[in-house]
T-cell receptor, first 118, second 113 residues
Framework: AQTVTQSQPEMSVQEAETVTLSCTYD???????LFWYKQPPSRQMILVIR??????QNATENRFSVNFQKAAKSFSLKISDSQLGDTAMYFC???????????????FGQGTILTVHP | EAQVTQNPRYLITVTGKKLTVTCSQN?????MSWYRQDPGLGLRQIYY???????DKGDVPEGYKVSRKEKRNFPLILESPSPNQTSLYFC????????????FGPGTRLTVL
Protein backbone atom coordinates (compact mmCIF):
# COMPACT_ATOMS: atom_id res chain seq x y z
CA ALA A 1 0.00 0.00 0.00
CA GLN A 2 1.11 3.50 -0.72
CA THR A 3 1.71 6.02 2.04
CA VAL A 4 2.04 9.78 1.81
CA THR A 5 3.67 11.80 4.58
CA GLN A 6 3.56 15.53 5.15
CA SER A 7 5.85 16.21 8.08
CA GLN A 8 4.95 19.88 8.54
CA PRO A 9 1.58 20.26 10.28
CA GLU A 10 1.79 24.06 10.07
CA MET A 11 3.84 26.62 8.18
CA SER A 12 3.75 30.40 7.98
CA VAL A 13 5.20 32.90 5.55
CA GLN A 14 5.18 36.63 4.99
CA GLU A 15 3.33 38.01 2.04
CA ALA A 16 5.51 38.14 -1.11
CA GLU A 17 7.98 35.63 0.32
CA THR A 18 8.60 32.07 -0.86
CA VAL A 19 7.65 28.96 1.06
CA THR A 20 8.20 25.25 0.45
CA LEU A 21 5.90 22.49 1.66
CA SER A 22 7.31 19.00 1.99
CA CYS A 23 5.85 15.67 0.97
CA THR A 24 7.35 12.21 0.86
CA TYR A 25 5.73 9.01 -0.31
CA ASP A 26 6.40 5.34 -0.29
CA UNK A 27 5.61 3.09 -3.22
CA UNK A 28 7.03 0.24 -5.25
CA UNK A 29 5.28 1.48 -8.38
CA UNK A 30 7.12 3.06 -11.26
CA UNK A 31 4.12 4.63 -12.96
CA UNK A 32 2.13 7.06 -10.85
CA UNK A 33 0.88 10.60 -10.43
CA LEU A 34 1.40 13.11 -7.65
CA PHE A 35 -0.81 16.04 -6.81
CA TRP A 36 -1.02 19.04 -4.55
CA TYR A 37 -4.50 20.13 -3.52
CA LYS A 38 -5.44 23.32 -1.70
CA GLN A 39 -8.27 23.63 0.81
CA PRO A 40 -8.98 27.24 1.84
CA PRO A 41 -11.22 28.06 4.82
CA SER A 42 -14.23 27.65 2.52
CA ARG A 43 -13.40 23.89 2.57
CA GLN A 44 -13.48 23.72 -1.22
CA MET A 45 -10.79 21.36 -2.53
CA ILE A 46 -8.86 22.77 -5.48
CA LEU A 47 -6.17 21.13 -7.58
CA VAL A 48 -2.97 23.18 -7.49
CA ILE A 49 -0.56 21.11 -9.54
CA ARG A 50 -0.05 17.63 -10.98
CA UNK A 51 3.12 15.68 -11.75
CA UNK A 52 3.40 12.51 -13.81
CA UNK A 53 6.18 10.30 -12.54
CA UNK A 54 7.57 9.47 -15.97
CA UNK A 55 8.15 13.15 -16.70
CA UNK A 56 11.50 14.35 -15.44
CA GLN A 57 10.61 18.00 -15.80
CA ASN A 58 9.12 19.56 -12.70
CA ALA A 59 5.56 20.81 -13.10
CA THR A 60 4.88 24.53 -12.83
CA GLU A 61 1.64 26.49 -12.60
CA ASN A 62 2.22 30.23 -12.33
CA ARG A 63 3.57 30.88 -8.81
CA PHE A 64 3.41 27.20 -7.87
CA SER A 65 6.15 24.74 -8.75
CA VAL A 66 7.26 21.36 -7.53
CA ASN A 67 10.57 19.73 -6.83
CA PHE A 68 10.03 16.11 -7.81
CA GLN A 69 12.82 13.78 -6.70
CA LYS A 70 11.75 10.33 -7.85
CA ALA A 71 14.66 8.39 -6.37
CA ALA A 72 14.20 10.06 -3.02
CA LYS A 73 10.38 9.77 -3.28
CA SER A 74 10.00 13.41 -2.48
CA PHE A 75 7.50 15.89 -3.93
CA SER A 76 7.72 19.38 -2.44
CA LEU A 77 5.60 22.38 -3.39
CA LYS A 78 7.15 25.81 -3.73
CA ILE A 79 4.92 28.87 -3.59
CA SER A 80 6.59 32.03 -4.81
CA ASP A 81 5.42 35.58 -4.12
CA SER A 82 3.00 34.31 -1.48
CA GLN A 83 -0.37 36.02 -1.36
CA LEU A 84 -2.95 36.27 1.42
CA GLY A 85 -5.26 34.10 -0.67
CA ASP A 86 -2.75 31.26 -0.46
CA THR A 87 -3.71 30.76 3.19
CA ALA A 88 -5.13 27.24 3.21
CA MET A 89 -4.49 23.65 4.08
CA TYR A 90 -2.41 21.90 1.42
CA PHE A 91 -2.60 18.20 0.73
CA CYS A 92 -0.17 16.06 -1.16
CA UNK A 93 -1.70 13.03 -2.90
CA UNK A 94 -0.53 9.91 -4.73
CA UNK A 95 -2.28 7.99 -7.51
CA UNK A 96 -1.08 4.71 -8.90
CA UNK A 97 -0.83 4.72 -12.69
CA UNK A 98 -3.03 2.76 -15.06
CA UNK A 99 -2.40 -0.85 -15.99
CA UNK A 100 -2.94 -2.66 -12.74
CA UNK A 101 -5.25 -3.09 -9.85
CA UNK A 102 -6.25 -0.22 -7.61
CA UNK A 103 -5.94 2.33 -10.39
CA UNK A 104 -8.25 5.09 -9.24
CA UNK A 105 -7.28 4.84 -5.58
CA UNK A 106 -6.01 8.21 -4.37
CA UNK A 107 -3.95 8.43 -1.17
CA PHE A 108 -3.61 11.77 0.61
CA GLY A 109 -1.13 13.04 3.15
CA GLN A 110 -2.19 14.52 6.49
CA GLY A 111 -2.09 18.09 5.26
CA THR A 112 -0.08 21.23 6.03
CA ILE A 113 -1.79 24.39 7.21
CA LEU A 114 -0.17 27.39 5.54
CA THR A 115 -0.76 30.88 6.88
CA VAL A 116 0.35 33.89 4.86
CA HIS A 117 0.89 36.97 7.03
CA PRO A 118 0.55 40.52 5.69
CA GLU B 1 -22.53 25.87 -14.20
CA ALA B 2 -20.31 22.81 -14.03
CA GLN B 3 -20.40 21.47 -10.52
CA VAL B 4 -20.56 18.61 -8.08
CA THR B 5 -23.42 18.84 -5.62
CA GLN B 6 -23.87 17.02 -2.35
CA ASN B 7 -26.89 16.77 -0.12
CA PRO B 8 -27.36 17.30 2.69
CA ARG B 9 -24.59 19.73 3.58
CA TYR B 10 -25.04 19.15 7.29
CA LEU B 11 -26.58 16.18 9.06
CA ILE B 12 -26.91 15.15 12.68
CA THR B 13 -28.23 11.66 13.22
CA VAL B 14 -28.24 8.86 15.74
CA THR B 15 -26.44 5.54 15.82
CA GLY B 16 -28.02 2.90 13.65
CA LYS B 17 -30.33 5.11 11.59
CA LYS B 18 -29.69 4.45 7.92
CA LEU B 19 -28.79 7.49 5.85
CA THR B 20 -27.81 8.40 2.32
CA VAL B 21 -25.65 11.28 1.19
CA THR B 22 -26.29 12.09 -2.43
CA CYS B 23 -23.68 13.22 -4.94
CA SER B 24 -24.43 14.44 -8.43
CA GLN B 25 -22.25 15.93 -11.19
CA ASN B 26 -23.37 17.66 -14.37
CA UNK B 27 -20.11 17.35 -16.32
CA UNK B 28 -20.64 13.85 -17.79
CA UNK B 29 -17.61 12.64 -15.88
CA UNK B 30 -16.67 8.97 -15.90
CA UNK B 31 -14.85 8.87 -12.57
CA MET B 32 -16.42 9.59 -9.18
CA SER B 33 -15.15 9.12 -5.66
CA TRP B 34 -16.00 9.57 -1.99
CA TYR B 35 -13.59 10.77 0.70
CA ARG B 36 -13.78 11.47 4.37
CA GLN B 37 -11.70 14.12 6.06
CA ASP B 38 -10.68 13.86 9.70
CA PRO B 39 -8.27 16.10 11.66
CA GLY B 40 -4.72 14.84 11.50
CA LEU B 41 -5.57 12.16 8.97
CA GLY B 42 -6.09 14.18 5.83
CA LEU B 43 -8.53 12.81 3.29
CA ARG B 44 -9.09 9.11 2.99
CA GLN B 45 -10.81 7.49 0.06
CA ILE B 46 -13.89 5.43 0.84
CA TYR B 47 -15.03 4.17 -2.58
CA TYR B 48 -14.49 5.14 -6.16
CA UNK B 49 -16.14 4.39 -9.48
CA UNK B 50 -14.43 4.32 -12.85
CA UNK B 51 -17.74 4.13 -14.74
CA UNK B 52 -21.38 3.15 -14.45
CA UNK B 53 -21.83 -0.12 -12.54
CA UNK B 54 -18.10 -0.22 -11.70
CA UNK B 55 -17.13 0.52 -8.11
CA ASP B 56 -14.03 -0.27 -6.06
CA LYS B 57 -12.99 0.05 -2.46
CA GLY B 58 -10.72 2.81 -1.32
CA ASP B 59 -8.73 2.73 1.89
CA VAL B 60 -11.62 2.95 4.38
CA PRO B 61 -14.71 1.24 2.90
CA GLU B 62 -15.96 -0.47 6.07
CA GLY B 63 -19.41 0.66 7.09
CA TYR B 64 -20.20 2.29 3.75
CA LYS B 65 -21.94 1.29 0.54
CA VAL B 66 -22.12 2.98 -2.82
CA SER B 67 -23.86 2.45 -6.13
CA ARG B 68 -23.36 3.88 -9.61
CA LYS B 69 -26.49 3.17 -11.58
CA GLU B 70 -26.25 6.38 -13.59
CA LYS B 71 -23.21 8.30 -14.69
CA ARG B 72 -24.17 11.50 -12.91
CA ASN B 73 -25.03 10.09 -9.46
CA PHE B 74 -22.90 8.34 -6.85
CA PRO B 75 -24.72 8.11 -3.50
CA LEU B 76 -22.96 7.14 -0.28
CA ILE B 77 -25.00 4.90 2.01
CA LEU B 78 -24.43 4.33 5.70
CA GLU B 79 -26.60 1.34 6.61
CA SER B 80 -25.98 1.57 10.35
CA PRO B 81 -24.02 4.71 11.19
CA SER B 82 -21.76 4.74 14.22
CA PRO B 83 -20.09 7.64 16.04
CA ASN B 84 -16.71 6.85 14.42
CA GLN B 85 -18.28 7.82 11.10
CA THR B 86 -18.66 11.39 12.29
CA SER B 87 -16.63 13.25 9.70
CA LEU B 88 -16.56 15.67 6.79
CA TYR B 89 -17.38 13.88 3.56
CA PHE B 90 -16.43 14.94 0.04
CA CYS B 91 -17.59 13.64 -3.29
CA UNK B 92 -15.45 14.26 -6.37
CA UNK B 93 -15.58 13.58 -10.08
CA UNK B 94 -13.08 13.57 -12.94
CA UNK B 95 -13.53 13.51 -16.69
CA UNK B 96 -12.13 10.13 -17.71
CA UNK B 97 -9.83 8.82 -15.03
CA UNK B 98 -8.60 9.53 -11.55
CA UNK B 99 -5.50 11.28 -12.91
CA UNK B 100 -7.60 13.98 -14.50
CA UNK B 101 -8.43 17.05 -12.46
CA UNK B 102 -10.86 16.05 -9.74
CA UNK B 103 -13.71 18.44 -9.04
CA PHE B 104 -14.89 18.29 -5.47
CA GLY B 105 -18.30 18.91 -4.00
CA PRO B 106 -18.78 21.37 -1.12
CA GLY B 107 -18.65 18.69 1.57
CA THR B 108 -21.16 17.14 3.97
CA ARG B 109 -20.62 17.52 7.69
CA LEU B 110 -22.01 14.39 9.36
CA THR B 111 -22.39 13.94 13.10
CA VAL B 112 -23.49 10.57 14.47
CA LEU B 113 -24.59 10.67 18.11
Amino acid sequence: AQTVTQSQPEMSVQEAETVTLSCTYDTSENNYYLFWYKQPPSRQMILVIRQEAYKQQNATENRFSVNFQKAAKSFSLKISDSQLGDTAMYFCAFLKGAGGTSYGKLTFGQGTILTVHP
Amino acid sequence: EAQVTQNPRYLITVTGKKLTVTCSQNMNHEYMSWYRQDPGLGLRQIYYSMNVEVTDKGDVPEGYKVSRKEKRNFPLILESPSPNQTSLYFCASARDRAADTQYFGPGTRLTVL
